[in-house]
């Protein structure tokens, strides 16, 4: 069945640094979507990417959806305390998702 | 407010005793979707309703049981729970067609 892999599973960063975080499929998605869960939350919708090398920024975060739309990319830009989270990828169709394992990101003072 | 209730937040049981997990939603969205999360496996999909009377299975529907009744209720029935049915347990409603999901506060369920 499809896959949705993610990398790396845990990252610790010192605040200030960047960090991306990578999403990969194993079959073409219709769109994906991201979203951050802090620890002992829910996960929160960040955004949604739909066309092939679609690019979107949200302040100091970008979002890239690869141009065979199976992989996508979140990176941050000069980290701060308040993105400490795990950060997830979901491939979507319609009404069913499959949502990546994942990455916890800790930032470091 | 606009949200996603669940209801209990917190439930221990023993095995074989049924038991209902209930979401609301008050945004009168059309679709509605339950999750489990385990450490390291992520969030995975159990069942989804794309409007009343209509649900269909996700990933993991194994053990698990839902219906839709009402647009706003999407209750989840474990009619067996076993101990690999402890997780947590989360709860999502939207307008669907791959748009944004909002997440209920999520319920922990332990099964002894």
């Known amino acids: 069945g499809q896959q949705v892999m993610q990398i790396p599973q845990y990252q610790h960063v010192q605040e200030g640094e960047d960090f991306t975080t990578y999403c990969n499929s194993s079959?073409?998605?219709?769109?994906i979507q991201w979203y951050k869960q802090r620890p002992g939350g829910h996960p929160v919708f960040l955004i949604q990417?739909?066309?092939?090398?679609e690019v979107k920024k949200q302040k100091r975060l970008t979002f890239q959806f690869g141009e065979a739309k199976k992989n996508s990319s979140l990176h941050i830009t000069a980290t701060q305390t308040t993105d400490v989270g795990t950060y997830f990828c979901?491939?979507?169709?319609?009404?069913?998702?499959?949502f990546g394992t994942g990455t916890r990101l800790k930032v470091l003072a | 407010e606009a949200q996603v209730t669940q209801n209990p937040r917190y439930l221990i049981t023993v095995t074989g005793k049924k038991l209902t997990v209930t979401c609301s939603q008050n945004?009168?969205?059309?679709?509605m979707s339950w999750y489990r999360q385990d450490p390291g496996l992520g969030l995975r999909q159990i069942y989804y309703?794309?409007?009343?009377?209509?649900?269909d299975k996700g990933d993991v529907p194994e053990g698990y049981k839902v219906s839709r009744k009402e647009k706003r209720n999407f209750p989840l029935i474990l009619e067996s729970p076993s101990p690999n049915q402890t997780s947590l347990y989360f709860c999502?409603?939207?307008?669907?067609?791959?748009?944004?999901?909002?997440f209920g506060p999520g319920t922990r369920l332990l099964v002894l």
């Open positions: 999502a409603s939207g307008k669907g067609g791959g748009e944004t999901q909002y």
């Open positions: 079959t073409t998605l219709s769109n």
């Open positions: 990417l739909v066309k092939s090398g």
């Open positions: 979901a491939g979507g169709g319609t009404y069913k998702y499959i």
């Open positions: 945004m009168n969205h059309e679709y």
């Open positions: 309703s794309m409007n009343v009377e209509v649900t």
